[in-house]
Structures are given as C-alpha cells and as structure tokens.
C-alpha cells in the first residue's frame, strides 16, 4: 500500500496538473469506485460538475481536493492498487479505470484507476481544513501541527512493540510496513522493542529517522515494487533500490555485514538487522 512518501510524490503532481481548473463533468464507471459517497453516483457528478479544484492536501496516506463553494473536498484513498492520473481526453480508457473528470479547458482528464478496487473516492465536509473521515488521523511527522513531546509521551504511555505504535494511525499517520522497518534500523531498534523502555532521546532519534528516510523516499518518487504505484504521469519511484532492510531477507546489512533476517508481523513481515538491531529481552 502505498505510504506518506508516495501519495505525497501523487499530492504534488496533482497540484501542478490540475488546481485551478474547473470541472466540466465527472463519470462513475464503478460504483465500489465511490462506496463511501452514500447518495450514489449520479449525486456525485451532479455536486462536482461546474466545481473549481482549490489546492492539493495531504496527510499521512490520504489526499484530498478542496472544491469550490463549499467547505468540502474530493477525498482519495488509492488502497492496494489505486492511481490518480493525468491523461489527455482522447487517450482510451485503463482497463480498471473507475472515476474520471473531464474539466473545461479541454485539458487533461483526472483519472482514478484501480485494478482491485480496494481505494475509493468521496465526496465530504471539511472539519477545521480536514475531511470529516480523517479527522481522528494524527498528524504525521511532516506537518507543522505534530507534536514531537505529546507523540513520546502517547508512544510511552501506549504500552505495545515500536513497530505496531508506529503503524497506528492516530498516534502518528503516514508510515507503513516499509518505512517502519527502514526507520527502525537506521535508528538502531528492533521491532519488538516495548515503547515503555523507550528514553526521550531515542524517540527524538526515531522520529528524526522517520523523516529523514521518508525524505530520501520522497526524492527518489517513492517507492515501487509493480507497477501499481505510480505518480500522475504513470511512472514509477526507485526508492527501492536503496532500501537497507525491508525485504532483504539473507543480504547483508551495509552497517555490519550481519545477513538481515525476516520475521512474520501482523500477517505482513518484518526486516531487522540481527546484530545491529537487537531484540530484547
């Protein structure tokens, strides 16, 4: 699924392709596409028709388009498989194509794709600048409303493995699998660490982490394993090539040389340097 990096690399894509552009129609091609949006599909293009798109936002995995005339947005989840993109009207549909809009210069459409349908797209009020759905989402550690002092005293006080708080959405939004194993090692920590044992200096180094290889992900395009990630344009990041653990399973650590070692987590795995991450005990 794709993580803060990649929807940020989608964000700024968005923002140059089309803020500011008016909407001359939008069509529902697949009503699971818009399952959230409960008045249906034809409620759903009547409301964004004539509609201006006002700037890109983002926080953690979700992006959103706030609309003209009202203090709603068009919020996007991409899920397993989701892309938004920018293609010319004439283009022929993507086979999973599921929602476009067709905007009134004639420009580029905004096409949503999904091949497994597990992303949607809604229509929803905006509560203090945030979709009504996300407002429960921490802040994630890019945005000037994270807290560094009350995330370690939440972390501290949650009682659970380091890996699974930083996978918990309302207490820092954004990281994922990927990113948690990467942060996780250039931080020195292993994933079955008890946050409780955690001093606020190692937090503090942790959560530098987190920005720091979230930052080089970003520079990168993010990054993608298939070609289900991709940015407006359809290309693909290459943040993969330099990731230092996540599934390097038996490759040497370029710290120490320790071959890395997988374990299963959560029904998904987790990578860790044996001899520079220790567990405890």
Request: aromatic letters at 8%; one cysteine or more.
């Amino acid at each position: 699924m794709p993580e803060l990096p990649e929807v940020e690399v989608v964000r700024r894509g968005l923002a140059q392709w089309v803020i500011g552009r008016e909407i001359a129609a939008a069509e529902v091609l697949h009503p699971r596409a818009i399952r959230r949006h409960v008045p249906g599909a034809d409620e759903f293009a009547a409301r964004l028709k004539g509609r201006t798109l006002l700037s890109a936002e983002r926080r953690g995995k979700y992006l959103w388009l706030p609309l003209s005339g009202a203090e709603e947005a068009l919020l996007a989840h991409l899920g397993m498989s989701g892309q938004l993109l920018v293609a010319d009207p004439g283009k022929p549909p993507e086979k999973h194509l599921r929602v476009r809009l067709r905007f009134e210069d004639g420009g580029p459409d905004l096409r949503f794709v999904d091949q497994r349908t597990f992303g949607h797209v809604m229509l929803t009020p905006l509560v203090s600048g945030v979709p009504a759905p996300i407002a429960h989402i921490a802040p994630d550690p890019f945005e000037p409303a994270f807290d560094e002092a009350e995330f370690a005293r939440r972390l501290r006080a949650r009682r659970t493995e380091i890996k699974r708080a930083l996978l918990d959405q309302s207490l820092i939004s954004g990281v994922g699998n990927i990113y948690a194993d990467e942060a996780l090692w250039m931080a020195k920590l292993h994933w079955a660490r008890p946050t409780q044992t955690l001093t606020r200096p190692k937090i503090a180094e942790l959560v530098s982490a987190v920005r720091t290889v979230m930052s080089a992900a970003l520079e990168q395009g993010g990054t993608s394993f298939d070609s289900l990630y991709v940015n407006v344009n359809g290309e693909s990041g290459y943040f993969e090539r330099s990731l230092e653990v996540y599934g390097r399973r038996d490759q040497p650590c370029s710290r120490c040389g320790t071959p890395i070692r997988r374990d299963p987590f959560m029904n998904r795995s987790s990578y860790s340097c044996p001899r520079c991450q220790r567990r405890p005990r």
